[in-house]
Nanobody, 120 residues
Framework: VRLQASGGGLVQAGGYLRLSCVAS????????MGWYRQVPGKQRELVAL???????DYADSVKGRFIVSRDNAGNTVSLQMNSLKPEDTAVYYC???????????????WGHGTLVTVSS
C-alpha cells in the first residue's frame, strides 16, 4: 500500500488550497481516511478524517474552514482548506487506517507529507 499526497504549496492568508491523497494497493476494508499535520517541535495532530460510513471529524481549529471528502471508489481522500491562516502552516500527512490482509488487524498507513505554508 502506498499513499501519494499532492497539493501543498505557498498561499497568502485568506486563500485556499486543496490536498489530495491517492491510496494505491488493495484494502480489504478501510476504517477511515484523513489528514494530520505537524510543525517542528510539536506532535502530529489530527486535522480531519472521514470514516467508511461517511462521518466526518475535524479539529476545532479548522471547523468551518476545512472540508474532508472521499471519492466514490474510496481510494482518494481530499482536504479542501479555505480561509487559511498562518497557523495552518505545517507538513500535512494523509492517513488511512484499514486492513490489507484478511485476518490481520487494522493498522495505520501514512503518506510522505506535503508542506503547506500560509504567509501573513
Amino acid at each position: 500500500v502506498r499513499l501519494q499526497a499532492s497539493g501543498g504549496g505557498l498561499v497568502q492568508a485568506g486563500g485556499y488550497l486543496r490536498l489530495s491523497c491517492v491510496a494505491s494497493g488493495r484494502f480489504v476494508s478501510i476504517n477511515y481516511m484523513g489528514w494530520y499535520r505537524q510543525v517542528p517541535g510539536k506532535q502530529r495532530e489530527l486535522v480531519a478524517l472521514i470514516t467508511d460510513s461517511g462521518s466526518e471529524d475535524y479539529a476545532d481549529s479548522v471547523k468551518g474552514r476545512f472540508i474532508v471528502s472521499r471519492d466514490n471508489a474510496g481510494n482518494t481522500v481530499s482536504l479542501q482548506m479555505n480561509s487559511l491562516k498562518p497557523e495552518d502552516t505545517a507538513v500535512y500527512y494523509c492517513n488511512v487506517r484499514g486492513i490489507v490482509v484478511i485476518g490481520m488487524p487494522s493498522r495505520d498507513y501514512w503518506g510522505h507529507g506535503t508542506l503547506v505554508t500560509v504567509s501573513s
